[in-house]
């Protein structure tokens, strides 16, 4: 009797099949301006559904190693990483992932939706990156940071043309060095000094516990400036070349010489994002330039980093959600059970169904997010800045949260083959845990969410782009119009309620079903605003989610009719 082989197909062309994807970029940049972005996206898909599999894959079996000594003894802490996430690296600066907003041809193309178009390249190259999506995020957070008027020139000069090249023998990547041991997410239990040098540089001295792309060639770093007192807001942003580099900055070091002062004392053994180098860093009177006046209080400042990362991350998330279920439809299509595919399976199909709504959900979300944030940059938005200022937490903390579910039911969706290494499933669960993680946990997101609504009024834009939602729906789905327009008045009277005693234990500790349900209800307008554009897709899955996520209700009786819809 012969061996059954169960062949498992690629999924489809990430950029050319998905509708959603399609449909976002043609309204937001205009046919015209899609026009103009489609063959960068296309040769990105190429590339994605091609080498960077492959170097994705290389990049997964060969995880960093750390190097303390060179032979002859001399401490070098060098972090060797495979070559599949060094081609992730040189394709990153290819195609522009992180430089695209920055760079002056695609502003003069795009405007403020320069951004746009970034999100939908993280979108297609992120999920297959081995998680090298991270240091472009951070690097993205860094070069925004730069970017800012009150940072020196000097700095700016040296570091900002290397982090948006596109040249992958010049363009360099940042790590991100806040959080210590005692403190976490708590940064105003920061301990890590900066002194200032004779040179006008600084010397920063602490330990770092958790620091993500610890092979990046500079790193961002909060310190506390000696003598600037006790708290968060004090913490000033500090640039940590990780590595020599050219005038004013080698001293004298061999270019690619380790800079003194940087120990890396372990790489961290982790659940998931096993391709990413992540360490524990001692900083010992560590060559350090300032990113702005240390003298006034520098966590404003660092908050520009945060914001980009926070969207990314979302980004990540929408995009893992796609992919996932790109594999597990793709997987239906070929399994047979029963005496058919297992796509025909009407239990099969609601489940795949529903997932895909979750999908479109988290992708308009992040997607919200990158329009937002390229408004603020290019136009400096005022309203664009104000509602940014909620809709960043809100769509990192929502989407990580339906990463992670989403990712549990791909791999059940492949039986027993989803829970074996080397079929790559397991990945999506282990890599998708880190997104509630990484930039602050679900329940620290909430609180900054709760700050927003209390302190700055960040309520207020939210409401309006319910209300005026609700209006759209209403041609669409009266049932949807009136589950949106119900919604947003409760929301409403809770915004009232919480602002009225912020600091209760009862506000307190339904800070995440509040922000949670700020989500969902944004999540539904921003569905209903592309379906009043005209999009079949959207006005389902406006429709579904809504039941979803804001009634409750069972939808997999829908998502089974209009599976092939939703996906």
């Known amino acids: 009797m012969s061996r059954f082989v169960q062949p498992v197909p690629p999924p489809v062309d990430p950029y050319a099949g998905d509708g959603l994807l399609r449909s976002w970029l043609e309204r937001h940049l205009g046919p015209a301006g899609h026009a103009a972005a489609k063959g960068r996206l296309a040769d990105l898909a190429a590339d994605v559904a091609g080498p960077l599999r492959a170097a994705h894959a290389d990049a997964e079996a060969h995880p960093p190693t750390l190097v303390r000594y060179d032979p002859w003894g001399a401490r070098v802490d060098r972090i060797d990483t495979s070559a599949g996430w060094q081609e992730q690296r040189a394709a990153a600066a290819r195609h522009a992932v992180v430089a695209l ?18 999100h939908a390249l993280l979108h297609l190259y992120g999920p297959e990156s081995a998680t090298f999506s991270c240091p472009v995020a951070m690097a993205d957070g860094a070069a925004a940071l730069l970017s800012l008027p009150e940072v020196d020139n000097g700095v700016r000069d040296v570091w900002l043309p290397r982090l948006i090249s596109t ?24 301990s890590t000094i900066g002194r200032p040098a004779v040179d006008g540089s600084w010397r920063l001295t602490g330990e770092k516990w958790f620091c993500s792309a ?3 060639a500079m790193a961002v770093a909060l310190a506390r400036p000696e003598g600037s007192g006790r708290g968060s807001r004090v913490l000033a942003p500090f640039l940590v070349p990780r590595y020599a580099v050219d005038s004013p900055l080698a001293h004298g070091l061999a270019p690619g010489a380790p800079a003194p002062g940087v120990t890396v004392h372990r790489l961290k053994d982790k659940l998931g994002t096993r391709a990413l180098p992540t360490a524990e860093i001692g900083l010992h009177d560590a060559y350090a330039v300032p990113l702005g006046d240390p003298a006034v209080p520098g966590l404003v400042r660092a908050m520009t980093l945060v914001v980009v990362t926070r969207v990314h991350n979302a980004a990540a998330a929408a995009g893992g959600m796609r992919r996932g279920l790109a594999y597990a439809r793709a997987y239906a299509d070929v399994r047979h059970v029963a005496g058919g595919a297992l796509s025909s399976s009407p239990l099969h199909r609601a489940t795949l169904g529903t997932l895909a709504v979750d999908a479109a959900g ?9 329009a937002l944030l390229g408004r603020v940059e290019v136009g400096a938005d005022p309203e664009a800045a104000a509602e940014l200022r909620i809709v960043a937490p809100l769509a990192k903390l929502a989407t990580g949260r339906l990463a992670v579910s989403s990712a549990s039911e791909y791999v059940e969706s492949f039986g027993g083959a989803g829970y074996v290494e080397d079929t790559g499933v397991p990945r999506l669960l282990r890599d998708a845990q880190v997104l509630p993680i ?4 679900t329940n620290v997101l909430s609180l900054d969410v709760l700050r927003a609504l209390t302190r700055e009024d960040a309520g207020a834009p939210l409401l309006a782009r319910l209300a005026a939602a609700v209006d759209l729906a209403r041609p669409l789905s009266p049932v949807l119009a009136d589950t949106l327009a119900g919604a947003a008045a409760q929301l409403g009277d809770t915004i009232t309620s919480v602002t009225a005693d912020p600091g209760s234990p009862t506000v307190l500790a339904g800070a995440r079903g509040l922000a949670l349900r700020l989500a969902y209800a944004l999540t539904t307008a921003l569905l209903v605003e592309h379906a009043a554009w005209g999009d079949e897709q959207a006005a389902l899955a406006a429709r579904l989610w809504a039941r979803r996520w804001l009634r409750h209700e069972e939808i997999a009786e829908d998502a089974h009719h209009h599976l092939d819809l939703l996906c």
Do not use: K
């Open 362 to 370: 988290a992708f308009a979300l992040a997607g919200h997010a990158f």
């Open 214 to 216: 610890a092979d990046a």
């Open 167 to 190: 040249d992958p023998a010049v363009a360099i990547t940042s790590g991100q060095w806040m959080t210590e041991s005692q403190g976490g997410s708590d940064l105003g239990r920061s």
């Open 438 to 441: 990484w930039e602050g946990t």
């Open 101 to 118: 907003p920055y760079l002056p041809d695609a502003r003069g193309t795009w405007g403020a939706a320069a951004r746009v178009v970034q």
